[in-house]
């Protein structure tokens, strides 16, 4: 880029726009006073935003504090994503009630070009540097690091929550564990921030970093904190471990799907922290459903072609809105599936008996063996609108599988 973009002053945004910035899908700002004083200061305000690759895919409850950090380039200021690939080979034991494994550095280098890719569906490319970790840890000696040690105590460390509940119940903590929470504040150092973003399950992190920096002679960095998407599942937070997430990069009819399938006690919460819908039609919103004018399905179904948009564009989501209808509410088989290839023992003229689970794993569309075993358990699978009870069924060459709520596929007998 040439020279650094125009900043807007925060003061010069009309009062509603001021509001979205810093109350929509906002958990905290701390300080809020100083925030505010640097978006009003003209200077280019830099943003950090830090990543693990410990996964290789990001999902919408990573979205809620991209989305922040688009509104504030759009004012003229820069994102610095710190990629961590140092303290990936640690994993961030944030919420984490066990040792998590370390990763390989051709592991983290693979999950890192996926995340960047997906990271930039959201986020400014041309308004975002990029630093990888290693151009400060690599040249760690270790005096380096016991002097980093020296500036904290135990007893700061395992005020950690998550840190404090597994030392309570005697759960193993490793030292390189420990060491995570320093290194991320180091980050904040090396790059000289001025704000670091974070959902509310980092703020132990996030507030070391601002501490490091006074230690250092730096200017503290405040730090912005965004609200936990919970999962699909209705329970917890959205993660890709416990299977709940909405991927960003998954296809337009799944990503359809999966909103569809939340609870409607969260459409709200989702059209406030993943959407651009106005406040005021949010709140006209709460109202329908509290007094109880407004059908949720109707809702619902703008949600999720609201967000597939976001990511596929208008007409994807159209489309993905009509595949919906037609096959989840009206049941008719969608026009297009993949197609997997059987070997079976004929039984009977045109029907072999065949086991689904190797094909079905094999192209992907279940996890494991037992996986589509439990599904089958649950009365999830369905050959030609009839549900099984094994994994050994008659199918015939073009019978259809149903997986679940979203997943089909067509049989090719060999």
Known sequence: MSGEPKVTLLRDLPRERRDFLLRRGVAEIIPEAEFVSLLNSGGCARLKEGFDPSSPDIHLGHVVGLRKLRQLQELGHKVILIVGNWTARIGDPSGQSVTRPMLTEEQIEQNAKTYMEQFFKVVDKD?????????????????????LTARFTVAQ??????????????????????LYPLLQAYDSYAIDSDVEFGGTDQKFNCLLGRELQQMLGQNPQQVFFTPILVGTDGKSKMSKSLGNYIGVAEPPEQMYGKVMSLDDNLILDYFELVTDI???????????????????MDVKKRLAREITAQFHGQQAAEQADQHFTRVHQQHELPDVMPEILVVGTRE???????????PLVSAGHVKSASELKRLVAQNAVEVDGDKVDELSVLVRDGSVVKVGRRTFVRIRVS
């Open 127 to 147: 308004r975002t540097e990029v630093r990888w970790q290693t151009e400060w840890f690599s040249k760690f000696t270790l005096d380096t690091i016991i002097r």
């Open 157 to 178: 460390i395992l005020a950690r929550e998550d840190f404090n509940k597994r030392y309570t119940s005697g759960s193993p903590i490793s030292l390189c564990e420990t």
């Open 278 to 296: 106005a406040d005021e039609e949010l709140v006209e919103m709460r109202h329908s459903f509290a007094s109880g004018t407004v059908n949720p």
């Open 348 to 358: 009977a003229e045109g029907l072999v008996r065949a086991d689904l689970a190797r």
